[in-house]
């Protein structure tokens, strides 16, 4: 069973246009919600991170908009440039068995044209 | 900006060897994991452990064990690997304060 559902699977963008990845989960336990960017032959990065009791957090040209009551949650990406171009996962994080594990979307393949 | 590492990078083998897959940090981190990616997908979380002489099983049934004898080391092993093991494995590590987590590289496994 999928804990966290993100969408859309691919993207393409216009470079300087707006990127935007959904993500939905359904566990409320979940307690940290970060976002992985990952280039070919490369591990994730942490992008961006929030908590659930906040409902917005922005660095740079990335912005997570965090909508507690929906369960859903999406990651922004202003001025798209094709430096962007990449693999992002959501992921969302909860304590278990005595660890915080964490739980990943589908991933989407974002392509920003120049 | 990671200072978690794989080795090797790139494995090519034949069905039936023994091989380990070796991870190390030198953040010091008690939490350790092992996630596997077919390429461009979703990681599946396959071996966890909470620090020296743990080991737990993730989500994913996975063929391989691992081991943790020393805080920084956490290898993987597949006994006979199969062509159904090609795959790219990660290994990571994380910290409680603030909660994060940090990837390696990957190691790309391809078992002919």
């Known amino acids: 069973q999928q804990q966290v559902k993100q969408s859309p699977q691919s993207l393409i963008v216009q470079k300087g246009g707006i990127s935007i990845i959904n993500c939905a989960y359904e566990n409320t336990a979940f307690d940290y919600f970060p976002w992985y960017q990952q280039f070919p032959g490369k591990g994730p990065a942490l992008l961006i991170a929030i908590r659930p009791d906040v409902s917005e957090k922005k660095e740079g040209r990335f912005t997570i908009s965090f909508n507690k009551s929906a369960k859903q949650f999406s990651l922004h990406i202003m001025d798209s440039q094709p430096g962007d171009s990449a693999t992002y996962f959501c992921a969302a994080s909860i304590w278990q068995t005595g660890a915080n594990n964490l739980f990943f979307g589908t991933g989407t393949r974002l392509t920003v044209i120049p | 900006e990671a200072d978690i590492y794989q080795t090797p990078r790139y494995l090519v083998i034949g069905t039936g060897k023994k091989i380990t897959l070796e991870c190390s940090q030198t953040?010091?981190?008690?939490?350790m994991y092992w996630y596997q990616q077919d390429p461009g997908m979703e990681l599946h979380l396959i071996h966890y452990s909470y620090g020296v002489n743990s080991t737990e099983k993730g989500d994913l049934s996975s063929e391989s064990t691992v081991s943790r004898i020393r805080t920084e080391h956490f290898p993987l092993t597949l006994e006979s690997a199969r062509p159904s093991h090609t795959s790219q494995y990660l290994c990571?590590?994380?910290?409680?304060?603030?909660?994060?987590?940090?990837f390696g590289p990957g190691t790309r496994l391809t078992v002919l």
């Open positions: 990571a590590s994380s910290r409680l304060t603030p909660l994060r987590w940090y």
């Open positions: 953040m010091g981190h008690d939490k």
